[in-house]
């Protein structure tokens, strides 16, 4: 390990020298779960609006009653053209019935 270089970089570095390449999920598996090194796992990890990124869950409900409210007005949008589509494919009265 050189001086610039952190605890989980060597520890990726010494697995690709002993095993060789490694994918890429191995990689992110590495860097993201290595007990007390990965990025979730690190007691300091900052997620939320003070830290390194975001969600709509860290933002609060305002985003998902949003996305709740489109998702209806869709909803009840697709079961009016549904019900307009089964109107237009009525056969025409032909004044007997099959």
């Given at each position: ?20 390449a490694?994918?890429f ?15 979730y ?7 939320g609006t003070?830290?390194?990124f ?8 305002l ?15 697709s ?5 307009e589509s ?8 032909v004044?007997?019935t099959?």
């Amino acid at each position: 390990m050189t001086s610039e270089q952190s605890p989980l970089s060597a520890l990726i570095q010494r697995e690709i020298e002993a095993r060789g390449a490694i994918p890429f999920a191995r990689f992110m598996e590495l860097a993201l779960y290595t007990p007390d090194l990965g990025y979730y796992e690190r007691d300091n990890a900052m997620i939320g609006t003070k830290g390194d990124f975001y969600t709509s869950v860290s933002v609060g409900k305002l985003f998902g009653e949003l996305l709740a409210f489109h998702f209806a007005e869709e909803v009840e949008k697709s079961g009016k053209r549904k019900a307009e589509s089964e109107k237009q494919m009525d056969p025409p009265d032909v004044g007997y019935t099959l």
